[in-house]
């Protein structure tokens, strides 16, 4: 496998992580109402990390596709994350626009 590929594989890894560190904490937030659309996208995140991590280590034929998808996944949590100041969100967006410019360098 690619070095590529497998620095990708840990990223998605360490992104489905952080993302459902995040969706647990967002839920214990005073606010969960405002928390809404973080929540969703940490948990879409995490959903299509896993499966490209998984994808990734299979070498489909489809992983372009899947990971560039991951990418706009990742973007999109990433940018909600930076809109709130809770330290798990700001941790949470670091680490899926990283993974976003991965999945953009490999697809």
């Known amino acids: 496998m690619e070095e590529k590929f497998i620095r990708l594989a840990e990223k998605t ?3 489905q992580k952080v993302c459902n560190e995040c969706f647990d904490a967002c839920l ?14 940490d948990r879409e995140c995490a959903d299509i990390c896993s ?10 034929a489809m992983a372009a596709d899947l990971i560039a998808l991951c990418a706009t996944i990742c973007q999109a949590c990433g940018k909600e994350c930076e809109k709130h100041d809770m330290d798990h969100c700001q941790k949470c967006a670091k ?8 999945c953009r360098q490999a697809a």
């Open 13 to 15: 890894f360490e992104c």
């Open 95 to 102: 680490v899926c626009l990283e993974c976003a410019e991965l």
């Open 51 to 60: 499966f490209v991590t998984t994808i990734i280590s299979r070498q489909s």
């Open 28 to 41: 214990e937030e005073d606010d969960v109402k405002m928390m809404v659309d973080c929540i969703r996208l």
